[in-house]
């Protein structure tokens, strides 16, 4: 068993110390933002929309046509060139609405994208950190159950002790090297998940961070979520199905035709002067018109369609800002939970916790109580600074929430 135990600490402590990339908190952020995928994707899309503004007064293909030959008389060589251009009503305004919409909509996307990176690279920062405070703990307990294994060995040897207590020392033992090299390993899982989320090809860890209480100076107000990019950007979407429904509207607006012309009369009298037209003398005019739709089914089923996407739109915002307003009161409610137990094992039970395995020790060193008073103590006040650590990682944990829900990166 002991062997186990020194193989897998030798292993993972060689693969932790292989290769990796020594970050802060702050440049975590940084290099997260600036290197993982999905932001990435969202600059891009931004970047898409923006080129697509320019597509808001779009015209169709210019129609261009020449006539050529016996169109108009017995003349062969007679050519009209005709130039016409439609006009469609959705370039007055309605798609430059639309394309500033969704470009707005990018810019939300992306910044949610961002506001949700954040908020997972400081989870798992802090989540290492409690491991490592975690790992500190673990370390003082194999030291405390080393001193105990050795003892209850020489007390064995010379008859003081029975095999149960030399037995029961050596498992309490185990039991901590196992723990250790399992946290050791969620280390190593935590990590990797940084790792993924910063974009990196070495494996990461943080540095200058300890487990310490988050400040927390904001006081909490549920309309803190308004702030919140997500909110922002499901609340564009209702003004992007508002904009489509106007482009779909224009759409069954008449367009409007302009055309030019310049053609030959080849043999056409003058009445006036009695001129003959030759190949050099050039008829010019205009027309104007418009394309009018006479079946308006179409464009009727597409205004509605666009009419429940707009309503889809507004259904989904509202429902998503009730659930954002509920996780927020419910994260309310956690932070204020973990707060009061953080404050009752800093003011009262670490002390307690200190003062016991201090006593243990001393008691049990003296011959004043026996091995499973002593394991009791000292088992009561490791447990007391390991559920210290989980609270005060669960409180860290509760602030990040809060500010991810306010849209605080």
Not at 126 to 152: C, H, M, N, P
Not at 224 to 245: E, F, G, H, L
Request: proline content about 2%.
């Amino acid at each position: 068993m002991k062997k186990y135990f020194l193989v897998t600490l030798f292993l993972l402590i060689t693969f932790l110390g292989s290769s990796q990339q020594l970050l802060p908190l702050e440049q975590a952020i940084e290099t997260a933002l600036k290197n993982n995928g999905s932001v990435r994707t969202e600059t891009y899309n931004v970047e898409s929309q923006r080129a697509l503004k320019k597509t808001g007064f779009d015209l169709p293909k210019t129609n261009v046509s020449l006539l050529y030959g016996q169109y108009n008389s017995y003349s062969k060589n007679d050519n009209n060139l005709t130039v016409t251009q439609t006009i469609p009503f959705t370039a007055f305004g309605s798609q430059s609405a639309l394309n500033r919409s969704l470009m707005v909509s990018s810019e939300l996307k992306k910044a949610a994208t961002e506001n949700e990176l954040v908020f997972q690279v400081k989870q798992v920062c802090y989540q290492l950190a409690f491991l490592k405070a975690r790992q500190e703990l673990l370390q003082q307990q194999d030291s405390i159950y080393e001193g105990f294994l050795k003892v209850a060995s020489l007390r064995y040897k010379t008859g003081e002790a029975n095999l149960l207590e030399k037995t029961t020392a050596e498992s309490q033992r185990n039991e901590v090297k196992n723990m250790l090299a399992k946290n050791i390993t969620d280390q190593v899982v935590v990590r990797t998940q940084l790792k993924t989320l910063i974009n990196s090809n070495e494996l990461p860890d943080i540095v200058n961070m300890e487990l310490n209480k988050v400040s927390f100076t904001n006081t909490p107000d549920s309309a803190a979520i308004q702030s919140n990019p997500s909110t922002s950007y499901m609340r564009q979407q209702v003004q992007v199905a508002k904009d489509v429904k106007k482009v779909e509207s224009a759409k069954a607006a008449p367009e409007i035709l302009l055309g030019f012309f310049t053609q030959t009369l080849n043999g056409v009298q003058d009445t006036e002067s009695g001129a003959i037209a030759t190949s050099s003398d050039r008829f010019t005019g205009f027309q104007v018109g418009l394309a009018i739709p006479v079946w308006f089914v179409p464009h009727q089923g597409r205004v509605r369609a666009a009419e429940y996407n707009r309503q889809s739109a507004e259904s989904n915002y509202q429902y998503y800002y009730k659930t954002l307003q509920g996780q927020y009161q419910q994260a309310i409610q956690e932070y204020a939970k973990n707060k009061n137990s953080l404050y009752y094992y800093t003011t009262s039970a670490l002390p307690n916790a200190e003062l016991i395995l201090k006593q243990s020790q001393t008691a049990f060193k003296n011959g004043e109580i026996g091995y499973a008073e002593y394991l009791l103590g000292v088992q009561k006040a490791i447990a007391i600074k390991e559920g210290h650590l989980q609270t005060l990682n669960d409180y860290n944990q509760s602030i990040i929430y809060i500010e991810f829900l306010s849209g605080n990166k």
